[in-house]
């Protein structure tokens, strides 16, 4: 059994694929170990998984906890999404870059984000469940979120009729506004770090 890095985006995102072993019966996967991912260079402990189910249309993000700040690991078990990762850490050479990614339950494709980046997700098919490994515990206080249209960010989001969002998605302020708050030194780029 193994787990293999696809491709690493703005140094720090991974596409991860997992090996499956199948036969008439169906298949199996190991979805996470410790002492691959530790191999690997990727988070070896998440103290959080979450579960969300959406319908077409449906974006969520582009959100992300800075206090503790949290990576995710995120992967699709039912349907397809579109998965963005944007570099959010003031002082980085590819702050405000974004890498997005059709992400289903026939590809398996897992997508790790560090701290530092917002993550966000368009479903593509007419629902979708997506898991979510998360290495800090959530703290509503330490949340924000950054709007899903900004310019400055200019994401290429999948055509897939009217989006579904949330009034505080719709609301949420732009790159810049977070980039100019005292919170963004607590993700701030750190050259040793990439």
């Given amino acids: 059994m193994g787990i293999r890095i696809e491709s690493v985006h703005m140094g720090k995102v991974v596409v991860i694929v997992p090996e499956i072993i199948e036969d008439v019966r169906g298949y199996f996967m190991e979805t996470f170990r410790s002492d691959k991912f530790g191999e690997l260079g990727l988070p070896k402990e998440f103290v959080q998984d979450n579960q969300s189910r959406s319908r077409k249309g449906v974006i969520r993000g582009l959100h992300f906890q800075w206090d503790p700040p949290m ?9 397809s999404a579109f998965l963005v990762s944007v570099d959010i850490r003031k002082g980085s050479p590819t ?12 590809n398996r494709r897992h997508v790790w984000a560090p701290p530092g980046f917002a993550r966000g997700m368009c479903v593509t098919s007419e629902y979708a469940e997506i898991q979510y490994k998360c290495t800090a515990l959530y703290n509503a206080r330490g949340e924000c979120r950054i709007r899903f ?25 732009s790159l810049a506004n977070w980039l100019a708050s005292p919170s963004a030194n607590r993700l701030a780029y750190e050259e040793d770090s990439h």
């Fill in 71 to 79: 990576g995710k690991l995120m992967r699709v078990i039912v349907g």
């Fill in 149 to 173: 249209d900004d310019s400055q960010i200019g994401i290429d989001w999948p055509k897939v009729g009217e989006f579904i969002l949330s009034e505080s998605d719709r609301h949420a302020p």
């Fill in 95 to 106: 702050v405000g870059q974004w890498f997005g990614i059709e992400v289903s339950a026939e």
